[in-house]
Every structure is written in structure tokens, then in C-alpha cells.
């Protein structure tokens, strides 16, 4: 296609259309149910209105606490893995033997199935038997070894780890395309002004780099916030409660039949995504000039 030419509205129409089929009309259909008592215990549905939605919000209820646990691992999660994957990006973007086997190695678990991530290391995470125990105990670190999975004070740090892990490869994947495409006479020009390394990455390389990075702290926040296999696959919401996030609170509501509960906190997140999809988008695009 053109990129001079300026196409008609209507050719954004089909995917607009689809888009809107598959996910703003059933979040939309979802809101209106959380104003019901909507449950497989009851055949007649009843408007409710804000009853559901106060229960969520309420101080002593647990959907409070599975909303910071939520913010909690989109931060840490988000921060981290663009964090790393910059690191690893420009580590991988300098001539070093077996580039792209690194690259490979780093990337490999982005690609694996979250059951298959989530089996794996809950062997590895095993307090009496793992594989990351047994080789703290091997190598005279006992005092280390810890019951991963299970201690509530620590369960979800190493779901974040997991994720931190599983995540980091692809953005730095996308990272590295970022700093392969920005030419090179740049950084020709810096070297004869006698820039060094962290000048150029300041000067250089990170403003070239601020549209890809944003679109991955966008990603990595809408997957945050919406987030449910890894920790349905590694702790299940437990020990207790201490990993619950509202998605997995979702799946469990709608489990137990309880529709209309359900309904809302996934309203709830829809919004909230809607909101901050909005400002990121906003922020994203502040600078780009329309010709």
C-alpha cells in the first residue's frame, strides 16, 4: 500500500467490525449482566443494579486484594521484562560469538506452552524434592532454599519470577529489531565527535528506541492485568489467597456458578483496560506528526 496516500475511513471498517463483534459487544453484554443476580442457582435474573459492584469494592471484601495483587504483578512484571529485555537487546545487538544462538536461547521460553512452563517449574519449585532446592542444599546454600510455591510471603514473587522469565526473550526480540533498524551513520557521527558508549545509548540509541519500547510496556501492561494461565497453572490462586489476581477470581466465580459475580469483576477489568488502553495510546502518539 501507499504510505503517502490517505485511504477512506470505511477501509478500517472490517477490522473495526470484527474487533467490536468479538470483544466490545461481549464486554459490553458482560456489564449489563453485572447488574443482575444472574446464577445458575436461579432460573429468573433480577436487576440488582450497583449491589454486585459494591461487593467488590468494599473494604473487608477479598476482591480488593486481588486488585493490588493484579496492579502488583503488572508493575513488577512490566518494569522487569523491559528492564532485562533492554539489557539483554543491546548486550545481543554487538558482534559476540553465537549472536543469534543467545538470542535463541533467551527467546526460547516466550515460545513454550504456559501448562508446559507452569508443570515445569512447579517440579523445579518443589520445596522437599525441586531441582532449585536440591542444588542450593548441593552447593552448601541450604539457607537459601525455600518453599517457593507454598510460603505465602514469597508464592507471589516467584510467580512473578516465572513470568519474568517466560516474558523477557520476546520483548527483547522486539527490542533488537528497534536497534538494528536505527542507521548507523548516527552513531559514526557520535564516534568522530568522540561520544562514548553511554552517551550514545542516552543520546542516541534510547530516543530512537521510545516508540518500541512503549509499545511494549503497553503490551506488557494489558498482559499483566488480564493475566491468568501462569498463575492458574503454578499456584492456582493459592497458598490461600496470597496469588489470587482477578481473572483467576473470574474463572472461580463461573466455576461455582455465580455468573453475575463473575460478570463484574470482569466488567471491572474491561473498563479499567478500556482506560488505561486509552491514556497509553494518548501518550503513545502525542508526537507523531500527521502530513
Known amino acids: 500500500m501507499n504510505k503517502a496516500k490517505v485511504y477512506p475511513w470505511y477501509f478500517a471498517m472490517g477490522s473495526v467490525l470484527i474487533y467490536g ?58 518494569v522487569m521484562k523491559t528492564g532485562l529485555g533492554l539489557l539483554f537487546a543491546i ?15 533467551l527467546y526460547m521460553p516466550s515460545v513454550l506452552p504456559i501448562l508446559v512452563t507452569g508443570l515445569t517449574f512447579t517440579s523445579i519449585l518443589n520445596p522437599k524434592m525441586g531441582f532449585l532446592n536440591e542444588f542450593l542444599r548441593t552447593v552448601g546454600l541450604d539457607f537459601l532454599a525455600q518453599k517457593w510455591l507454598v510460603d505465602p510471603k514469597i508464592a507471589f514473587f516467584s510467580v512473578m519470577g516465572v513470568d519474568i522469565w517466560r516474558g523477557t526473550g520476546y520483548i527483547m526480540t522486539m527490542l533488537i529489531a528497534g536497534i ?48 491468568f494461565d501462569i498463575v492458574y497453572a503454578l499456584t492456582n490462586g493459592g497458598p490461600g489467597k496470597r496469588t489470587e489476581v482477578m481473572y483467576t477470581a473470574v474463572f472461580k466465580m463461573l466455576s461455582k456458578g455465580l455468573y453475575a459475580e463473575g460478570t463484574t469483576i470482569s466488567s471491572v477489568m474491561f473498563i479499567f483496560m478500556i482506560i488505561i488502553g486509552y491514556f497509553m495510546v494518548k501518550i503513545l502518539t502525542k508526537d507523531e506528526v500527521v502530513e
Open 21 to 78: 463483534l468479538l470483544s466490545v459487544v461481549p464486554g459490553l453484554i458482560g456489564i449489563g449482566y453485572s447488574f443482575t443476580d444472574w446464577s445458575i442457582y436461579s432460573k429468573d435474573i433480577h436487576f440488582v443494579g450497583l449491589k454486585n459492584y459494591f461487593t467488590v469494592f468494599e473494604g473487608n471484601g477479598d476482591y480488593l486484594k486481588y486488585i493490588s495483587n493484579t496492579l502488583l504483578f503488572t508493575v513488577v512484571t512490566t
Open 180 to 227: 538494528v533498524a536505527i542507521p548507523k551513520v548516527y552513531y559514526e557521527a557520535a564516534s568522530i565527535d568522540g561520544a562514548g558508549g553511554w552517551a550514545k545509548f542516552r543520546y542516541i540509541t534510547l530516543p530512537m528506541l521510545r516508540q518500541t519500547i512503549a509499545v511494549t510496556v503497553v503490551l506488557n501492561v494489558l498482559y499483566g492485568l488480564k493475566v
Open 91 to 105: 548486550a545481543l545487538s554487538t558482534k559476540i560469538k553465537f549472536q543469534n544462538f543467545h538470542r535463541g536461547i
